[in-house]
Nanobody, 120 residues
Framework: QVQLVESGGGLVQAGGSLRLSCAASGSVRSWNPMDWYRQVPHKPREFVAGHTSGGSAYYADFVKGRFTISRDSGKNTVVLQMNNLEPEDTAVYYC??????????????WGQGTQVTVSS
């Protein structure tokens, strides 16, 4: 059973920084991709930043140069450092991981979400 627990959300002024952390437990391994998504009311959940099984980081265009994703495989934790935050970054941020079952089929896992609010 996989559990993803996010922390670090909160309220910050525009231009400020926040650091989100996601701790994974269960069958998540260092080679399983982990990433961050976000969602605002009445809109689809959107990709923010990801860390591939090969250790590469990739980002949505709207966060390039502002957000950094990193992973501590030893602690099975993925961190999203968010700098120069904008009011448009206000959303619930979700941690996501992909594992596989015994047949090799991908399985999606989501955290409960953490609210990030950026005031202007």
């Amino acid at each position: 059973q996989v559990q993803l627990v996010e922390s670090g959300g909160g309220l910050v002024q525009a231009g400020g920084s926040l650091r989100l952390s996601c701790a994974a437990s269960g069958s998540v391994r260092s080679w399983n991709p982990m990433d961050w998504y976000r969602q605002v009311p009445h809109k689809p959940r959107e990709f923010v930043a990801g860390h591939t099984s090969g250790g590469s980081a990739y980002y949505a265009d709207f966060v390039k140069g502002r957000f950094t994703i990193s992973r501590d495989s030893g602690k099975n934790t993925v961190v999203l450092q968010m700098n120069n935050l904008e009011p448009e970054d206000t959303a619930v941020y979700y941690c996501h991981a992909i594992t596989s079952n015994s047949l090799g089929d991908p399985l999606d896992h989501w955290g409960q979400g953490t609210q990030v609010t950026v005031s202007s």
